[in-house]
């Protein structure tokens, strides 16, 4: 069998289980994470429904968190054991060394940072003071961000209406709970108000001119591959969602059960 008919096979062959395991731990660890951020925010504006205790809130943020861990890890071991990305342990926490879509793989590395910082400094709680641990816990909320667009940047299913609408969905949860702690805490809330207004007028307006630019536009797979993705391209062709992306000229075939992640 020629090497070009081998090539076309390996192709052919579609997506492997770990393409689809990644993806699934990936969006659940989002949908965890948007869940963690909103209880997250209600809780520090001191909500509770009735019949509930805050300390039942908190309970719920923390196993929220835990889960979010479980599934984050989940979605790191697949995308490291599926052949065709060549992501290492390394690139999973050190941004932009990943030689597969390093900047958007980069920006999935400071989520895990960060998320992997509240964790420990949690653990230390009692041992570093309870303002360094909350500067770390509110630093951290810059997690959801930049894994909304690690999502959007790397994921070939971005294009796909349910994900997309699942963005959305994500974008309004976090809003809504941003700007009811705003309101609740009147003038109370100066404190948060220089960067919390601005971060929830810039993220959407960000998030989607960056869709409509980059991974709404044909060539979005090639481009992506790049550090610094240049502008679309007249002559790209596009990506079928869910499969993989087509190698350069000078690139090798993609290995079998070949996937993007």
Known sequence: MSAAHSAVVLA???PSPLWYATRAAGT?????????VVVGVLSAGRYAPRNIGRFEVSALHRNLSLMTLVFLALHIVTAIADSF??????AAVVPLTSSYRPLWVGLGAVAVDLLLAVAVTSAFRQRIG?????AVHWAAYASWPVALFHAAGTGTDTRLTPQLVLYAACMAAVLGAVWWRLVRAGRHSRRI?????????????LLAVFLA??????GWSHRAAATFPSAPAATSTATTPGAAAAPPPSASPAPQGGSAA
Do not use: E
């Not at 990305?85 to 390394?90: D, S």
């Not at 309870?130 to 909350?134: F, S």
């Not at 108000?193 to 307006?205: E, K, L």
């Not at 630019?213 to 044909?218: A, S, V």
């Open 85 to 90: 990305t060549h992501i290492g342990w390394t």
């Open 12 to 14: 052919s062959s579609g």
């Open 28 to 36: 659940v660890s989002l949908v965890l994470l948007t869940l963690t």
């Open 213 to 218: 630019t980059g991974p709404l536009q044909p």
């Open 130 to 134: 309870q303002r360094t641990w909350k």
């Open 193 to 205: 108000r220089w960067w919390a207004v601005p971060a929830t007028g810039i993220v959407p307006v």
